[in-house]
């Protein structure tokens, strides 16, 4: 079993930035070894989409949605990943779950709620 636990949501200002964390517990001493996920589901109806992988080497794979604005990255000694997001947009609102695959299986965090407005 693997815990997940999003944190660093909040309200933001269109154009501002915002850092999430997620970090794993339960049985995760071959963290390094799997690729890890953020995805959002968003504020305004559509379904949960993928915004980011990481695997367990660092390589980065982004959706074009957020290319260029938001980083993905990853500590493995502190079994976290984290989520940069640079000029945020309203249409970023939702709440951002992390993810990882084990044994055929997806765990999902609780999310953490990311609103941006004025």
Request: with cysteine; net charge neutral; glycine share 14%.
């Amino acid at each position: 079993q693997v815990q997940l636990v999003e944190s660093g949501g909040g309200l933001v200002q269109p154009g501002g930035s915002l850092k999430l964390s997620c970090t794993a517990s339960g049985s995760t001493d071959d963290f390094a070894q799997y690729g890890m996920g953020w995805y959002r589901q968003s504020s305004f109806g559509a379904g949960r989409e993928r915004l980011a992988t990481i695997s367990g080497r660092g390589a980065p794979n982004y959706a074009d949605s957020i290319t260029g604005r938001f980083t993905i990255s990853r500590d493995n000694a502190k079994k976290a990943i984290y989520l940069q997001m640079e000029d945020v947009k309203p249409e970023d609102s939702g709440i951002y779950y992390c993810t990882t695959p084990r044994n055929g299986r997806d765990y999902w965090g609780q999310g953490t709620q990311v609103t941006v407005s004025s």
